[in-house]
């Protein structure tokens, strides 16, 4: 008898590191559970997928192909801790890239039209002026790098990595995650053609308002089928029929599938006038014909929200913006103070517990800037001649651009483009105005924060508002130590901050090396080794209230602005993704010892 015949890859000597590499691939992989004996959650052929337009520089519109969609319909099992994280985080990195590449492709557009450049950027050639939205430019190069996530599997149910409550600007974004597949229509579904079962099997729809006939009470919703709407006037023209989306639905309730929720709230926050939150999963429980408003029939489905789940995002939202309005309405008991700064921030602070009778906060004198050492401050490091002599708003080719490398730190919203290992502001050696774009961080807070007791982190910190990704939220305050001082309240066991333990997460606000191999993280302006820690054992600000997260929300920027010492930078605090209102903000402090305790105790 012959000897088997072996395949490279048996006749290839084991290697551990590819065998641990493997075990975990094999793991993740068996996360993602087909449902067979159902005869609808089965594998099946990708379909082809549309081919979006993307307008190149100077080129006009050029087609480029996704990878094709799959219509393989799985589950994700139940995740341990270890596995959130790792999907959250693979959720963050497609969404910082997504969002950064957004805000370069607007600079530059921004450069462009005060350049007078046609056909370039977002601009069409042959001198169309109609610019190409930002977000589907962006989109569209993370297709082109196959960046879009869950392409390979269509997830029913939840998805790793995007909790309920989650909020977006833009509904590409949605589409990039895979969250919801379709740009335009509001019901997402495997169709018939591609489904093994032969039947369409819905899998989430986006409630955007744009239907006369829909009905909802949150928990409750009925929901309108597609088809047969005057897109200009938002009323009905013509009869609705049970194909497509419309038929999917009903068979995803004859299956007993669950349906992801994403409503669209009006925002003025927002950059397109409206945010998304994922609200969670539904079940349809009815499907009915009905006469609508306009006279014409149109297919309603009954949906029920299962129970167990996070309160939904868009509840969140109206709940925090009654409470800016009439907080007693909303609670009349658990406020301890509605400002423990006392007026030194801009916005109120408010302190909250319904938990127990704990008021550790008042106790602390309220600092909104930290109170730097006379010596790291003053002499060569306060020179006028430092700052710039812009006249009005700051731009390319001043003095406080070339500080930071030839190129300003934020947008014309304040957001930040790209994290640096130390950003410069313009201060008050500068001439330009309050309003200068280079002026961002020492403006102080923006929002609505609230110190909050927590039964899982002792005291939180949430927002009443809506924060964007890549904004500025607050910064850490205290008595700054020397080196020397640390040392000797150090071994007083009082609480110090310090600041060379927190990881450098700037590096991943800005990294687009997934769509650009050639990029490289900014190295300037340089950052010396930061020997200085914060006391917060008698004077802190909000900031100190931060839970520790190794996945966390937010992360520190070094900044300068009143002062020219590196060695003595603020800790600027910026969010690193959107914080739907009443989340809780994180950051990760690095090393967890007692002092991080003691913070949050």
Same mark, same amino acid.
């Given at each position: 008898m012959s000897a088997p015949v072996m395949t490279p890859l048996q006749a290839l000597p084991p290697n551990p590191d590819e065998d641990a590499l493997l075990r975990e691939y094999y793991r993740l992989a068996s996360l993602y559970l087909s449902s067979a004996g159902s005869g609808t959650i089965v594998p099946a052929p990708a379909p082809a997928a549309a081919a979006p337009a993307v307008v190149q520089p100077a080129s006009g519109s050029v087609? !480029?192909?996704?990878?094709? #969609?799959?219509?393989?319909?799985?589950?994700?099992?139940?995740? &341990?801790?270890?596995?959130?994280?790792?999907? $959250?985080?693979?959720? #963050?990195?497609?969404?910082?890239?997504?969002?950064?590449?957004?805000?370069?492709?607007? #600079?530059?557009?921004?450069?462009?039209?005060?350049? &007078?450049?046609?056909?370039?950027?977002? /601009?069409?050639?042959?001198?169309?002026? $109609?610019?190409?939205?930002?977000?589907?430019?962006?989109?569209?190069?993370?297709? %082109?790098?196959?960046?879009?996530l869950n392409r390979d599997r269509r997830i029913v149910g939840s998805m790793p990595g995007i909790s309920v409550g989650d909020a977006f600007f833009y509904r590409m974004e949605i589409c990039v995650l895979g969250l919801h597949g379709q740009v335009q229509a509001g019901i997402d579904y495997v169709t018939a053609g591609k489904s093994a079962s032969g039947e369409p099997i819905a899998t989430s729809i986006i409630v955007s308002g744009g239907y006369e006939d829909d009905d909802d009470r949150g928990d409750i919703l009925v929901y309108t089928g597609h088809g047969g709407r005057d897109h200009n006037l938002h009323k009905q023209c013509v009869d609705q029929k049970l194909q497509g989306g419309n038929l999917a639905l009903e068979r995803s309730m004859a299956y007993g599938i669950e349906i992801r929720v994403i409503r669209a709230v009006k925002s003025r926050c927002s950059p397109v006038g409206k945010v998304y939150f994922y609200d969670g999963l539904y079940k349809v429980v009815d499907y009915w014909l009905d006469r609508g408003k306009s006279g014409?029939?149109?297919?309603?489905?009954?949906?029920?929200?299962?129970? &167990?789940? %996070?309160?939904?995002?868009?509840?969140? /939202?109206?709940?925090?913006?009654?409470?800016?309005?009439?907080?007693?309405?909303?609670? =009349?008991?658990?406020?301890?103070?509605?400002?423990?700064?006392?007026?030194?921030?801009?916005? =109120?602070?408010?302190?909250? *517990?319904?938990?127990?009778?704990?008021?550790?906060?008042?106790?602390?004198?309220?600092?909104?800037?930290? @109170?730097?050492?006379?010596?790291?401050?003053?002499?060569?490091?306060?020179?006028?001649? *430092?700052?710039?002599?812009?006249?009005?708003?700051?731009? @390319?080719?001043?003095?406080?651009?070339? #500080? *930071?490398?030839?190129?300003?730190?934020?947008? !014309?919203?304040?957001?930040?483009?790209?994290?640096?290992?130390?950003? /410069?502001?313009?201060? =008050?050696?500068?001439?330009?105005?309050?309003?200068? =774009?280079?002026?961002?961080?020492?403006?102080?807070?923006?929002?609505?924060?609230?110190?909050?007791?927590?039964?899982?982190?002792?005291?939180?910190?949430?927002?009443?508002?809506?924060?964007?990704?890549?904004?500025?939220?607050?910064?850490?305050?205290?008595?700054?130590?020397?080196q020397q001082q640390s040392e000797i309240v150090a071994a007083n066991g009082d609480c110090l901050v310090r600041p060379n333990r927190f990881p450098p997460r700037w590096l991943d606000w800005g990294d687009i090396s997934d769509v650009n191999p050639e990029y490289v993280p900014p190295d300037h302006p340089a950052l010396p080794e930061l020997n200085f820690a914060i006391d917060v054992s008698r004077a802190r600000n909000v900031a100190c209230y931060f839970s520790h997260s190794c996945s966390p929300n937010v992360f520190v920027q070094f900044v300068l602005f009143d002062h020219y010492n590196a060695s003595y930078p603020h800790i600027m605090i910026f969010a690193m993704e959107n914080i739907p209102p009443l989340r809780e903000l994180s950051i990760d402090y690095g090393m967890i010892d007692e002092w991080v305790g003691k913070l949050t105790m």
């Open positions: 087609v !480029k192909k996704r990878r094709p #969609r799959s219509s393989e319909l799985v589950r994700v099992s139940s995740l &341990g801790v270890r596995d959130q994280i790792y999907f $959250r985080d693979l959720v #963050r990195r497609a969404r910082i890239t997504f969002e950064c590449l957004r805000g370069l492709l607007l #600079r530059d557009d921004d450069r462009a039209e005060a350049l &007078g450049l046609g056909g370039v950027n977002g /601009y069409g050639a042959g001198g169309d002026r $109609r610019r190409v939205r930002a977000d589907l430019r962006a989109a569209a190069l993370m297709g %082109e790098h196959d960046l879009w014409f029939g149109v297919y309603k489905y009954k949906m029920l929200r299962i129970e &167990g789940q %996070e309160p939904m995002g868009t509840v969140n /939202y109206r709940v925090a913006e009654q409470i800016k309005v009439d907080v007693f309405s909303v609670r =009349p008991t658990g406020y301890l103070s509605f400002d423990i700064s006392m007026g030194r921030e801009l916005m =109120p602070v408010a302190l909250y *517990n319904d938990v127990d009778d704990d008021r550790d906060p008042l106790l602390f004198e309220y600092l909104a800037r930290p @109170i730097f050492p006379t010596s790291a401050v003053q002499g060569k490091f306060a020179e006028a001649g *430092n700052g710039c002599d812009c006249a009005e708003s700051c731009s @390319i080719g001043c003095n406080c651009a070339g #500080r *930071n490398g030839g190129e300003f730190a934020y947008d !014309k919203a304040g957001a930040l483009l790209r994290g640096k290992p130390l950003v /410069y502001e313009c201060g =008050p050696y500068c001439r330009c105005p309050p309003s200068c =774009p280079n002026r961002v961080s020492q403006k102080g807070l923006q929002h609505r924060l609230e110190v909050f007791r927590s039964r899982e982190t002792g005291w939180g910190v949430r927002s009443l508002d809506l924060i964007k990704a890549g904004t500025f939220i607050c910064e850490f305050s205290g008595i700054v130590l020397t």
